[in-house]
Nanobody
């Protein structure tokens, strides 16, 4: 069906930057909204940023001005550029996509998740 694969996580010092990527593959007809979520230990998963097929974006307050979400619908890829990272940004980051897949005449719709990528901000 559809797979989402994230990359780009790692260890970075406070104030540093990382760029996360998420590639969607499979029998994709089109992708509606895409987003990045994160989950720290013993905390609930939270929405970090989202982007619609019309490229409208939404950010959680704690990342506004520091993170930028973007997408390429030809490559079925979404990115999260993270600047001025803080220790509280440390989490596993998950990619999410609302996908139409299968037959282009009678597509099915489902939400897919990536496997997650660890981001650690520490000196």
């Amino acid at each position: 069906q559809v797979q989402l694969v994230e990359s780009g996580g790692g260890l970075v010092q406070p104030g540093g930057s990382l760029r996360l990527s998420c590639l969607a593959s499979g029998s994709i007809v089109s992708i509606k909204a895409m987003g990045w979520y994160r989950q720290a230990p013993d905390k609930q998963r939270e929405l970090v940023a989202s982007i619609t097929s019309g490229t409208n974006t939404n950010y959680t307050d704690s990342v506004k001005g520091r993170f930028t979400i973007s997408r390429d619908d030809v490559e079925n890829t979404v990115w999260l550029q993270m600047n001025n990272l803080k220790p509280e940004d440390t989490s596993v980051y998950y990619c999410n996509a609302d996908v139409l897949y299968g037959s282009p005449y009678y597509p099915r719709r489902s939400i897919y998740w990536g496997q997650g990528t660890q981001v650690t901000v520490s000196s």
